[in-house]
């Protein structure tokens, strides 16, 4: 177990060799259109006469381009409303002390397979993020100690026992009903229900927080069947289920939406947040930017959390509101890239329970001034854009290290997401997630939130667009 790393999804410990193995094309670069507002982004042009078509997207993110681009393929003249200036929602490619960085989606893997083929298909190059050579845990005595690497094996033995028996009431990945009637009980369980199940000592409670607890929003908030679900898809092996989160694709996810965009050639109208939705029975009605557009079938692709902001006065079943009070993306999922003075090492920081960083990993550590961290963070009582805050919180994992500048993102306060990486919370997963995935009239919802495949990750997002877009589709063809 010589190189280990981890991220907040599950934390890459694979070996490279595994890596490399699957193959990274080399590629071309793009780069993402933005337009101001009610202007055409990719082809076409949208004219106060022109807001009639046979169908419309709602919301720009990896979800609403795959269906786009499948209902184009199909031949339907289709329409983007997009609230924000650029496409990718949390999916959002930026820089920072010169160097790329993701406030969101990054990291992509082969066994994500829809997402990977994409990349692969569009010649894009993929990178690694480097090693750690280190790694951090906290005390007995309530504190942080520096680990060998060696260390992680001790945490992967409490993630395994988290998810014992995910084999017999998970068995098929992509279908997390297939055993139902041996969810029932499990789908009520927190993981914080869990833990206390499996009798775990307050210290390691705090040695998988990192890789648990801080994926659900806290222990008491997300569900073990999403912690299981997750585990199904890297194939019930810790080696998978960290090594998803090593392998970037170059020019970062905003080159891969904007070429999935651009080969579409789907008219996007940027700054046009939609407001209202009327299902006539013949047609939809949606309001974005004080206009009225029209077509025979929408497909909604903006983030579950969000979806009570838009008045569907036609009327939804009662679990599409009460999903997106309850939330699906984590309410405090924050992001954060804090430069560091000197060189501190590889860093692999694995935060306690309800710490105000969960996780902290290494970025780049030859910039020219000094290290960049990444770091992950579901406290409510950590503001990511304040030098002083996050200095604080640094201080505590990583003693003597100096924080210079920070650039951070925290998802919940964003007005079109509402929230981050997706995970349900109990009885959510049988009690609304089949409901939400029907169409319903003329309206099919999509999203990484309410996908039955890779919930959460971006391969998600492109495998409820895909199918939505096809639904969307045959909604459009007059009987
Ligand atoms: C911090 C963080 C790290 C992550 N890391 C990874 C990772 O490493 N790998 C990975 O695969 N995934 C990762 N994810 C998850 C990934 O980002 C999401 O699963 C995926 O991007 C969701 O795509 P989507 O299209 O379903 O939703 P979104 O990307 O949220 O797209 C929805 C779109 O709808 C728009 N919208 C919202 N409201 C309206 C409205 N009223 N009108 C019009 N438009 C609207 C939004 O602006 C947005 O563009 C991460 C997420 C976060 C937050």
Known sequence: MKHKKETLFGGARTTRRAILKAGAAAGALGAAGVASAHTASAAGSVTETGRSYDAIVIGGGFAGVSAARELKAKGKRTLILEARDRIGGRAWSSTFSGLPIEFGATWIHPS????????????????????????????ESGGYAKQDLAFLDQQDAILRKFVEGAETYMPNAYDPFSREDLLVD??????????????????????????????????????????????????????????????????????????????????????????????????????????????????VAVPVNTWNSINFSSGLPAEFSRLSTQSVGVPTAKKVFIQVQGDIGRPLVNGKSGALLDLVLTHADKSSQGTVLIAFSVSPNLDVTSVSQVQGAVSEVLPGTKVLSVKGQDWGKDPYAKGGWTFMRPGQLLGSLRVVRQPYGRLVFAGSDIATGWAGYVDGAIETGVRAGGLAAGLTVRS
């Open 186 to 299: 499990l789908d009520k369980l927190t993981l914080g229900d869990r833990a206390r199940q499996l009798r775990l000592s307050t210290l390691e409670t705090n040695w998988v927080s990192a890789t648990t607890g801080a994926y659900g929003g806290g222990f008491e908030r997300g569900s073990l069947t999403q912690l299981a679900r997750w585990w199904a898809l890297c194939g019930y092996n810790t080696e998978t289920f960290h090594g998803i989160n090593v392998t970037r694709p170059v020019g970062g996810m905003k080159t891969v939406v904007s070429k999935m965009l651009a080969e579409s050639g789907v008219t996007v109208l940027y700054n046009t947040p939609v407001t209202k939705v009327t299902d006539t029975g013949s047609r939809v009605q949606v309001t974005a930017g004080g206009l009225v557009y029209d077509a025979a079938a929408v497909v």
């Open 112 to 139: 994500q397979t829809r997402v990977w083929n994409e990349v692969q298909r569009l010649g894009i190059a993929t990178v690694d993020d480097p090693n750690p050579d280190f790694t951090v845990f906290a005390t």
